[in-house]
Nanobody, 120 residues
Framework: QVQLVESGGGLVQPGGSLRLSCAAS????????IHWYRQPPGKERELVAT????????NYADSVKGRFAISRDNAKNTVFLQMNSLKPEDTAVYYC?????????????WGQGTQVTVSS
């Protein structure tokens, strides 16, 4: 079955860096785009970054452009999110997601999330 496992979260001071990982299994990883989302306390979940299946194309939310970088290692079935110049407003639970076909429709698979807290 499809599994996504995030890791790498933690407590960091403003201006610091963290690198999140999303380890995937149960599907053809190299054939799928992967997305990072985040959900700040009391707010809706929002899309942070997307990377295409081959890793050639990436897209970012305006709030993280120039500070975050998404990458992937298809040999290790892992996607990364490098987060630099972190701000308190980056505090959130971070999730990775993959969308898979299901008959005529599709289904979203999510990891369990990893907490990122930016605070002095």
């Amino acid at each position: 079955q499809v599994q996504l496992v995030e890791s790498g979260g933690g407590l960091v001071q403003p201006g610091g860096s963290l690198r999140l990982s999303c380890a995937a299994s149960g599907f053809t990883f190299s054939a799928n785009a992967i997305h990072w989302y985040r959900q700040p306390p009391g707010k809706e979940r929002e899309l942070v970054a997307t990377i295409t299946s081959a890793g050639v194309g990436t897209n970012y939310a305006d709030s993280v452009k120039g500070r975050f970088a998404i990458s992937r290692d298809n040999a290790k079935n892992t996607v990364f999110l490098q987060m630099n110049s972190l701000k308190p407003e980056d505090t959130a639970v971070y999730y990775c997601k993959v969308t898979r076909p299901l008959g005529w429709s599709s289904i979203d698979y999510w990891g369990q999330g990893t907490q990122v807290t930016v605070s002095s």
